[in-house]
């Protein structure tokens, strides 16, 4: 069933994209008064430090500043998990697909950024248990469309990003007249801005961040997934069969659960969010 979701302000004003190559990336820039992190562990310096793979690509999980500093609530929920067990992390920069392939590899000890539960990733990696609740959305622009849920996407031309959820779920779903697959959320609002798709398919928190970045534009935005869903759920990835770092991260999460950590991360990023309603059924507008 459908769920309704309030858009909320975003806390911290953020330009959604910055200059460079729009292929490859997709800055957020946000004000900063030196070019160095401002995060310090309290840590000692014998603390381990764990290699992390994220895109910084992907607002408001994981993005970087001006200065290169990556930021977002994945970046601060990995670094409370850092805090509370013990180790100290590195993050690497890496395509979406790379994120999955250097961990298997055992290049990276995990990934994080915005990364859903699917039973393939479950079969393949070592998953987290959930730490944030990120249902899938339908963005699109042309209020006549009046899409209310995916049977609503038949015979439109849709986009998701590549190796998401939605992809699978756009597919399942069949009937759409034409369906791509783009590398960034970047690319698929651009392609929606330009006319080029009827609807995107990305994360919740990742379409309002956008829209709330673009108050210019005037656009709708419908979740269609509920709590109880597995793929709405977000994991932290590992490789399969290393016990050991996967029961610390879930210690950590267990424990920074209990303090509010995460919803108190959340609310920086996304400011404070109302339950979802299991029997309402509505669209969230972005309006300008």
Known sequence: MMQLYRVLPVVMSIGLFGCGDSSTQENTSAPVTENKDSFVSKLPDTAPTLKVATTGTMPPFSFQDDYGNMQGIDIDSIRALGEEEGFKVEFYKETWQNMFDTVESGSRDLAISGISYKDERDAKYGLSQPYFFNPAAIMYAKPELNINNLDDLQGKNISAMEGSKQVDQAQQMGKYNNFSTR????????????????????????????????????????????????????????????????????????????????????????????????STSATTEQAN
């Open 183 to 278: 590398t960034t959320a970047f690319l698929l609002y651009e392609d929606l801005m330009q006319g080029k798709v009827d609807a995107i398919l990305h994360d919740l928190p990742i379409l309002q961040y956008t829209a709330k970045n673009h108050p210019e534009q005037k656009v709708t935005i419908v979740p269609y997934e509920g709590q109880d869903n597995p793929s709405a759920q977000q994991v932290i990835l590992m490789a399969k069969g290393n016990t050991e770092l996967i029961n610390k991260i879930n210690d950590g999460i267990t424990k920074l659960k209990a303090e509010g950590k995460f919803k108190e991360i959340e609310a920086r990023w996304l400011g404070e969010t109302e339950s979802p309603t299991a």
